[in-house]
Structures are given as structure tokens and as C-alpha cells.
């Protein structure tokens, strides 16, 4: 919780139980999603599952003003953001082309590919003070890097040159800070690597979140990354009180009262002194493994998996609620079973707003047909013929060219 805002108990209480609701809608969200692809009613899924508790404490320090720069496995921060909502994703799983389904990217992009716009229709710029802001993702690994260290440059700009002052509307005095996520593998990259060291030696507002699950794909973490900790091969660009670098804390993925105050601390000091703050989130999971393309099971032994099962962040949460007299089961079961229904009927909702124009071009072929057939083959031929016998016909039509 932000230490700044006093909160009763009934006040805390109720933000966490929210919390505990949103991380599991979002685990929904990972669950149906990949039946969605399994069942061939979308193309391929990848998902963040495992990190839904990280990204809530994340996103309660991300202010108006700041910018994402992230990948693909942010959604639950989208949601907690307010950047997207549930029934979003599933139109940007469909690869639904109306805009209005998918505000990012009109299908063109893969799923958790988030956006917001910077100007208006008429190229005026947005109040980007006023708004929570993400660049678009980007599926390369580590691509985002470099982006989210101009971001951060730009609040480092806007503080010290006298000239952008006045642009209130883009700035407030260089105070906003880039967040970038970005997974323990693709911390091998060299793009993570150049933005680690220019954004220590620049000192600008930019908090990294490095999402660890132990594994890059298959391959775990001790054949890709020296000392197998990024956090500590990073050690050399500590911060200390007469030299520039960075600010590095540890945390579980599966500590929710350890991440808000971690966050709330390094997001603060970076945000006032534009000290780059890193957070090495450890121990998160993967409950249904990479993606849809793999299955976990198949590189992970039997005790990484039951230890996944009983760290799984959601879980965690559910055991923190309890022991600390701030929910009982039965308040916690009605979440869950709330959570699948909200989550089902906005996935439902997607794929009818996808599939009802299909539908309708669908409707309209035979007459299409009938008119193409008419035009190439003028007479008194097949105008008869039932429509469920048309594509039968069709086909042997189209054979002969």
C-alpha cells in the first residue's frame, strides 16, 4: 500500500479483496484464452499467468504521466492499469479487425500487445499527463529496452531544460517514470545490457521489473545467465552515495505485502531523484508453461512442478488473505467462482462481436455465387438447383479455370 495515504482497515480490506479479485479474473483469463487457442478459434496465445500478483502491486505506483514499455506477458497490469480491459484481450486474441474491438492494433498484433494513442485524429498531442501511457509491445525480446531508456531520457529533459517547462501537458517537471518489464532470459539480450548502462550512467526515472520464472522456454536459468542471478551479476552497477548507478531490490513474485513496499520505495526515490531502480522479481510461475506452442511438462521434473503448484502466486495470496483475518473461505470462493463467470461472459462477448460479421458475409456468398454463375455461364442452368447443392457445383465451376 502507498505508506502516503491513510487507510482504515475496512478501506485496506477492501483494496486487497479487489486485488485478490482482479488476480484471479486475469488467471481466467490465461485459462479460457489458451482454450480458445487449443479449440482452433485463435491462432496462438501467450499469456501471464503466474505474474498476476507482481502486476497488481506494480500497477498501484503507476501514476498519470508514466509510460510502459513492456512485452507480451503484461495483461494483468493492463487490467490493473485500466490500459485494457478483458473483453479487449480476447478481441485482440481473435485478431478481430475492427478497431473498436481492438483499440491496440486492429488485429493486426499478437495478443497482449497493449497501446495508447499520443496525438489526436488531427496530430495535436494528447494530455499525456492525465493518462496512464504504453508504448505498443513488442515481440522481439528485449526490444522494448531501448525505448523504455528514451522514455525515461525524456522526464530527465523535461526537468532540466528550461524551454519545456511550460509543457505542462506532456510533463510535470520530468516527475513520470518509463516501467519496463521484460523476462529473466531475455536479460541475456544486448539491448538490456546498453540500456542498463547508459541509463545508470544518465541517472533518468526508469523502473525495470524483471519477471524471473527460473526458466528462458525450456533452458533453465543457470545455462544463460552467469552466477544464475541477474541481480547479482548486476551488483557492479549499485549506486552507492558517491557514484551514479542503479538501485536493486529482490523480491518474490509470490510476497505481495514484500512487492508494495518495495515498489512503493524504489518508485518513489526514482521518481523524485531519477535514480534507475531495478526489481528482480523472483520465484514467479508458469502454470500452463510458455505458451501454447509447448507444454512445460516436458522439461520440468516432477518436484519443479509440484513446487510450482505450491508457490503459485495466486495461491499465496489466497493463504495471505486468510492468515491475516482479512477473508474467510467463503468469501474467497464466491471471488473465484465471480471471476469465472465475469471472465466467460467477456470472452463470450468478444468472439460474438468477431464472429457476427463473418457470419453475415457468410450469409451473402450464395447470392454471390448465383450472381457470378449467371454472369459467366448465361441460361437456364442450375437456378434451380437447391442451395445445399450449390458447393458441390461451385467447386467443379471453379475446376475448370
Known amino acids: 500500500m502507498n505508506k502516503e495515504s491513510q487507510l482504515s482497515f475496512e478501506q485496506f480490506r477492501k483494496e486487497v479483496l479487489n486485488d485478490y479479485r482482479l488476480a484471479c479474473e486475469s488467471r481466467e483469463v490465461s485459462l479460457l484464452a489458451r482454450k480458445e487457442v487449443l479449440t482452433g478459434k485463435a491462432k496462438f496465445g501467450i499469456f501471464g499467468d503466474g505474474k498476476e500478483v507482481a502486476q497488481i502491486a506494480m500497477a498501484k505506483y503507476f501514476n498519470p504521466g508514466d509510460f510502459r514499455s513492456g512485452y507480451y506477458r503484461d495483461q494483468t497490469f493492463a ?44 496530430g495535436n498531442w494528447l494530455p499525456l499527463t492525465a493518462m496512464k501511457n504504453t508504448a505498443t509491445d513488442m515481440a522481439p525480446t528485449a526490444a522494448q529496452m531501448p525505448r523504455a531508456l528514451g522514455l525515461a531520457y525524456a522526464s530527465k529533459l523535461f ?82 552515495e558517491d557514484s551514479n548507478g542503479w538501485d536493486i531490490y529482490n523480491v518474490k513474485g509470490w510476497d505481495y505485502a514484500g512487492m508494495c513496499e518495495a515498489f512503493e520505495e524504489g518508485i518513489r526515490k526514482a521518481r523524485e531523484t531519477h535514480v534507475p531502480v531495478l526489481f528482480h522479481v523472483e520465484e514467479i510461475t508458469q502454470p500452463q508453461g510458455h505458451s501454447t506452442s509447448g507444454s512445460h511438462e516436458r522439461y520440468k ?101
Open 301 to 401: 521434473s516432477k518436484e519443479r512442478l509440484a513446487w510450482e503448484k505450491d508457490f503459485d502466486c495466486n495461491l499465496k495470496f489466497r493463504q495471505w488473505l486468510i492468515s491475516n483475518a482479512l477473508a474467510d473461505e467463503a468469501i474467497l470462493h464466491e471471488i473465484e467462482l465471480t471471476a469465472k463467470a465475469v471472465v466467460l461472459e467477456a470472452k463470450k462477448r468478444a468472439w460474438d462481436k468477431y464472429i457476427t460479421p463473418i457470419k453475415g458475409q457468410c450469409r451473402k456468398l450464395p447470392d454471390c455465387y448465383r450472381r457470378l454463375l449467371k454472369r459467366v455461364m448465361p441460361g437456364p442452368i442450375l437456378w434451380h438447383v437447391p442451395a445445399r447443392n450449390w458447393w458441390p457445383t461451385v467447386n467443379r465451376f471453379a475446376a475448370m479455370y
Open 79 to 122: 487490467f490493473a492499469s485500466g490500459i485494457a480491459d478483458m473483453e479487449q484481450f480476447f478481441s485482440q486474441l481473435y485478431a478481430d479487425p475492427d478497431i473498436e474491438n481492438d483499440p491496440f492494433s486492429a488485429g493486426r498484433q499478437m495478443n497482449s500487445h497493449f497501446a495508447t494513442p499520443n496525438i489526436d485524429e488531427d
Open 159 to 240: 526537468r532540466e531544460v528550461e524551454d519545456l517547462k511550460g509543457l505542462t501537458h506532456l510533463s510535470q517537471n520530468g516527475n513520470e517514470v518509463c516501467f519496463a518489464t521484460i523476462g529473466d532470459a531475455s536479460t541475456s539480450e544486448g539491448h538490456f545490457w546498453e540500456t542498463i548502462n547508459a541509463a545508470g550512467v544518465l541517472q533518468v526515472p526508469l523502473a525495470v521489473f524483471v519477471w524471473d520464472d527460473g526458466y528462458g522456454i525450456s533452458v533453465p536459468r543457470k545455462h544463460q545467465t552467469t552466477k544464475g542471478s541477474i541481480s547479482t551479476v548486476l551488483e557492479g552497477f549499485r549506486k552507492s
